[in-house]
């Protein structure tokens, strides 16, 4: 690999290469990061709302502890 870049100018490495990768690869690397944003996401709303559910279960069993006391 190293023989093949070798003659070549430095735009051909840093520019054309890369350029060329992303044009056949793009709707590859599009479907891949919206697949880990999407699971990040969902990952999220999902920590949001058991914390939300074990929030509302220990407001409520505790306030109805505290009113069986009376």
Do not use: C, H
């Amino acid at each position: 690999m190293q023989e093949i870049f070798s003659g070549l100018p430095w735009w051909v490495k840093w520019v054309a290469v890369p350029v060329i990768a992303l044009v056949v690869f793009g709707g590859l690397i599009a479907s891949i990061v919206g697949f880990v944003i999407g699971l990040l996401f969902k990952l999220l709303i999902f920590v949001a709302l058991v914390g939300g559910l074990v929030y509302v279960v220990r407001k409520f069993t505790s306030g109805s502890s505290s009113r069986s006391d009376w």
